[in-house]
């Protein structure tokens, strides 16, 4: 919605802020922060690659949200392929612990609450003119 610089700022932060939380260390898994950073960046490309669906109708436009999140999901996350050199995690391990458990979560996540934040959205962004 706010463009890739933002959706990077958000993902990369987001993560550091969570981790900190959580315990592990805002700069623990630093190249995970890294990851979430780049989903953003991705989803916020989204509106460039898919003007067919973020131009078009609330329903296109909360599909191709829908769309842009799982591409941005799926491929965001290869970052933490990195795990790979920084822990010397076997790219086995990386995979089936690791990747595809977070990106399923996220994809789940992603095809549920995006079409709601996009419902959601357009009726604040048509009153505040943007």
């Not at 623990?28 to 990851?35: F, G, K, L, P």
Request: net charge negative; aromatic share 10%.
């Amino acid at each position: 919605a706010f463009g890739p610089i933002v959706g990077f700022f958000t993902g990369l932060v987001g993560n550091g802020i969570g981790d900190q939380l959580s315990g592990w260390g805002a700069l623990t898994s630093w190249n995970w922060s890294i990851a979430n950073g780049l989903v953003g960046l991705i989803a916020g490309l989204a509106p460039m690659y898919l003007a067919r669906w973020t131009e078009g109708s609330l329903r296109d436009r909360a599909i191709g949200g829908a769309v842009a999140g799982v591409i941005a999901v799926i491929i965001g996350f290869l970052f933490v392929f990195t795990d790979n050199i920084l822990q010397g995690l076997d790219i086995g391990t990386i995979l089936s612990t690791l990747y595809i458990p977070v990106v399923i979560g996220d994809l789940i996540g992603t095809i549920i609450l995006v079409p709601i934040l996009v419902y959601a959205w357009e009726p604040v962004k048509a009153q505040l003119g943007r």
